[in-house]
């Protein structure tokens, strides 16, 4: 399958600081990516230096097939749709203003403006200034500015830090529709639960190193061990482990009515995270 | 790459929109039309006074309020949004410009009213005002990309407004001190040459020399703010 972006050994220093230390990966056609990590390892970063806001200092990048800094031209720019906290709106003007100068700049109809509302949970909003809107509105609103000319790359940095779980979810479903209309999306979090929900892979970077990559579920199957963890009425937690030992006993707690609930010892996102970099996220 | 009008109108537009419902902005431009009010009412002012009064319109719309404009636009990370779209840098550079462009025409001309002003030679003033202008809107973007914020931007400019006001008093000092003689080729004092040949009855041809010094100066500070701008844009 086609690669969107492609990263080889890119290295950024800041000053004497490395920011991000041989990081190569790449991002087929149609597919949600995660980055993921904590504060501070280079998520920010690295969208800047695919975006072309900043030099990489070595290594090559590259997104549909070109050098990153050929991007300025007007035809990779329509292809690109980006969301970060350095791209805001503007305050004095209203929602619809704002999203008129894009349908403008981006050559859309201002038609777009309510399908695009109405993807974020916001139709019906457009006559408000923006200095008035909350922090979790700001963000929805940003995230339909870059939906607006239907990008097929789509940067967004940390898209849901400030939502409540009701428009995380709506965001959610309408970046899974994106997806099934083939639009390529590199997303940065430091939620594993978002992750785990939207991305079909997913790299852990630490320090500025990419430490795990591979599909969300591949990493939870790898690590798990396949026991069962068990609650008893009596009010005891056991863990039967795999095999004939552990089906005997889950047959004979089962048989005597004796279970509440039966949960899988798969770890999650996070703990793979906890284990391979040692650290906790946030 | 495709040039796009709509794309420089857009941004015109939303300027519009947001210099009208920001008061900073729109007490800067009555001050230079009450400055106008105040010293040339009675017809009888000099060609000096005259002309520090429509430089200070020149510095106070042209490169004030476009600094202004360029550095909340820095400020607020709106600029960089611009620099991410389809826009090309001379589409964002006119629409930029053309506001304060415009502000700075009509500013200028009701000054130019007030002050019961007759240029000698219309055609030639008008040319050389109309690219002092574009020189002083080339400044101003220069000073937005350089400023980290409005209000550095408005320290910035108190430097700027005496040197390009004031510093045509300064002339009589130029016979004492040769090194200054570098006054004379700045855009107001060139401008102000000119005003002064039109007024003595020339034609363009005199004024010749006057007008490609001034282009220089566009040219020049034009190039700078382009340069700065790319600069500023891809971070290091
Ligand atoms: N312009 C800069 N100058 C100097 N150091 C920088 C600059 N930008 C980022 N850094 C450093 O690079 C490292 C990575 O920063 P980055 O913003 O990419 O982190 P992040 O993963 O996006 O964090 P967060 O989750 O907090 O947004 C940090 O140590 C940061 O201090
Ligand atoms: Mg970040």
């Not at chain 1, 019906?124 to 939906?147: C, D, H, P, W, Y």
């Not at chain 2, 106008?36 to 510095?59: H, P, Q």
């Not at chain 2, 000092?173 to 040769?178: L, T």
């Not at chain 2, 490609?212 to 566009?218: A, D, R």
Request: glycine letters at 6%.
């Amino acid at each position: 399958m086609e690669n969107v972006i492609e990263v080889n050994a890119l290295e950024k220093f800041f000053s004497k600081e490395r920011a991000l230390k041989n990081v190569s990966f790449s991002v087929k056609k149609g597919e949600i990516f995660g980055f993921l990590g904590p504060s501070g390892s280079g998520k920010t970063t690295t969208i800047k230096i695919l975006t072309a806001q900043l030099k990489p200092t070595s290594g090559s990048t590259s997104v549909f097939g070109v050098p990153t800094h050929q991007l300025s031209k007007e035809k990779y720019r329509k292809k690109i749709g980006i969301v970060t906290d350095n791209t805001a709106l503007y305050a004095r003007l209203s929602v619809y203003d704002n999203l008129k100068l894009y349908c403008d700049l981006y050559d859309v109809p201002e038609s777009r403006i309510y399908e695009v509302l109405s993807m974020v949970n916001l139709a019906g909003e457009n006559k408000k200034i923006v200095s008035k809107l909350s922090r979790g509105m700001l963000q929805r609103i940003t995230l339909a500015r870059a939906f607006l000319h239907e990008p097929e790359l789509l940067f967004l940095d940390e898209p849901t830090s400030a939502l409540d779980p009701v428009n995380t979810k709506h965001i959610y479903e309408g970046l899974m529709r994106l997806k099934e209309k083939g639009t390529t999306i590199f997303l940065t979090t430091h939620d594993m639960n978002e992750a785990e929900i939207l991305c079909d892979r997913v790299a852990f970077l630490n320090n500025g190193e990419i430490q795990l990559l591979d599909a969300p579920k591949k990493l939870r199957q790898q690590r798990s061990d396949a026991s069962l963890t068990v609650e008893l009425t009596d009010g005891r937690t056991i863990v039967l482990p795999k095999g004939p030992a552990g089906a005997q006993r889950l047959f004979d707690h089962m048989n005597a009515n004796e279970i509440i609930s039966v949960y899988s010892n798969q770890p999650t996102l996070g703990d793979i995270f906890v284990e391979v970099t040692g650290r906790n996220l946030v | 790459m495709t040039f796009s009008m709509k794309r420089v109108t857009a941004i015109l537009q939303k300027d519009y929109k947001d210099i009208s419902r920001n008061l900073y902005v729109t007490t800067t431009l009555v001050l230079p039309l009450i400055m106008a009010v105040i010293f040339g009412r009675d017809g009888k002012s000099t060609l000096e006074l005259i002309y520090m009064i429509i430089n200070m319109g020149l510095v106070l719309v042209g490169t004030y309020v476009q600094a202004s404009l360029i550095a909340e636009e820095k400020e607020k990370n709106t600029l960089r949004g611009l620099m991410l779209s389809p826009a090309s840098t001379l589409e964002i550079f006119l629409g930029k410009n053309l506001l304060s462009f415009i502000a700075t025409a009509v500013i200028v001309t009701g000054s130019i009213l007030l002050m019961n002003y007759n240029p000698g030679h219309v055609p030639a003033v008008v040319i050389a005002l109309v690219l002092s202008a574009i020189f002083y809107l080339g400044l101003g973007t220069l000073i937005g990309l350089m400023t980290k914020s409005v209000v550095e931007a408005s320290v910035i400019i108190v430097p700027v407004m005496f040197v390009f006001s004031f510093i045509s008093f300064m002339k009589p000092f130029m016979e004492k001190y040769p090194i200054l003689t570098f006054i004379e080729y700045l855009p107001n004092m060139q401008m102000l040459d000119l005003a002064a040949q039109a007024q003595a009855g020339t034609g363009f041809g005199d004024v010749g020399s006057n007008l490609l010094i001034i282009v220089g100066w566009v040219v020049f500070i034009h190039i700078l703010a382009v340069y700065v701008y790319k600069k500023r844009m891809v971070e290091e």
